[in-house]
């Protein structure tokens, strides 16, 4: 009998993994001491109890400050009431939450069919992330954030398209990257949801502006177009496009042309692949798609902002339970981002070796744009209500049909809706209604103020002598 074929083997089996992830996660990559959700609380003190600028906050000893749009300084306003200590636990619990519901979103179904044994190896799977962990450790919004967009893919899938955009709206004010899934909005011809998304957004960049006056002036007409204020571009945790032009072209400046034109090519590739998976009512893999866009085009992309990938993965490994070469695929994707590897290059990312090596997250990204299964028959979609219209009546009892005995083959069903590699019923259209930055959160300029080493920050400004 297998280990896991019984209860008891279960449990030993959970035991096992969930010890070698906390020995994996206290030896091999290094804490971050909650050291960006360290810079929202000292940013928010100093604004509410001493009258100062959260853009003027330095965290003490070093130059790290406040860099996300003024309505994020807002929404962390009740910090202002608690000591650092329970902000961490807050933070913690908001993280804990999100994480709870992407998976809800992302895997609901088949968890609940593996019972709490499939969801505590999902759980500790995802610990090994290195984005995962890493958004905890420094108390970052990142799962915060992916789990306000994926509740407005839950929302315009299930027909409950009254509040859709309300999440994307209120991302896209908290930091700018999400904002791109308002033109997926757009380019899903829900003029509805993408309208409620710019104006939850602007009412709620307007909202800061009544409340922090000069904040708001400083940064949309300073703050936001200075990048290094955020971080180093060939930092080598920066795993965007620019990252890669900035780390080729090190000491010098990177080509602005050769980002526009790297930009307008991904561009093109990710409204293609979308528009090919809605026109396949696949709404989840349009919103992985863009998920994989925004990583790829931010200017600073941090490793602990690649939790929007975790939408593709999940897909992947979906569709790896149907096609045994892409579960394979699936698992060589997560390995690597379990690694930490582009922090071999942390020195040094020249030659080669350094252009392949300290990119690799940005590959995998790239990967996935490309060549993530979207839009096709099995489809990905999420089964998050059945809307009777799109079920088959039931058989009348009162007059049974007769069957042939030379009809005896059995009529082929059409092919169910999978969420993840889940089949669950009958397709949705989700084109009918129903009812109706930068995680970068702090500016580099002094060494890494992390307890752990110098390599566990991703905002250093300089590489250690």
Known sequence: MRLTGTDRGRILFVLALAT???????TVPLLRDWFDLRVYHGAVDAWIHH????????VPGTEYGFTYPPFAAVSMLPMALLALHAAIAVGLLLNLAATAFVLHVLAGERLRRHGWFGLAVTVCLLALLEPVRDT????????VLLALVLGDAWLLSTGRERWAGVGIGLAAAIKLTPAIFIVLLLLARRPRAAGTAVGVAATATALAAWVMPQASRFYWT???WDTTRIGRLDYVSNQSLQGVLARLADPAEPSGAAWALAALAVL???????RRALASDDLLGAFALTGLAACLLSPITWVHHLVWLLPSLAILFGEGLRRRRLLWIAGGLYALLCSSVVWLWFDDASGIDGFVGSNTYVWITLGLLFGLPVGQARVNRPPWRRRTSDTAP???PAAPARVPASASQPTELSPPVMAAGTAVGPAVDTRRGGRSEPTGSTRPAAPKPQSSSERASSYTAKPPA
């Open 20 to 26: 070698a992830v906390a020995v994996f996660t206290a």
């Open 51 to 58: 009258g100062g600028s959260v853009y003027d906050y330095r």
């Open 136 to 143: 905890f450790s420094f108390g970052q919004v990142n799962l």
């Open 222 to 224: 300073e703050a936001v």
């Open 268 to 274: 093109g590739v990710w409204v293609w692949r979308a």
């Open 394 to 396: 039931a058989p009348s």
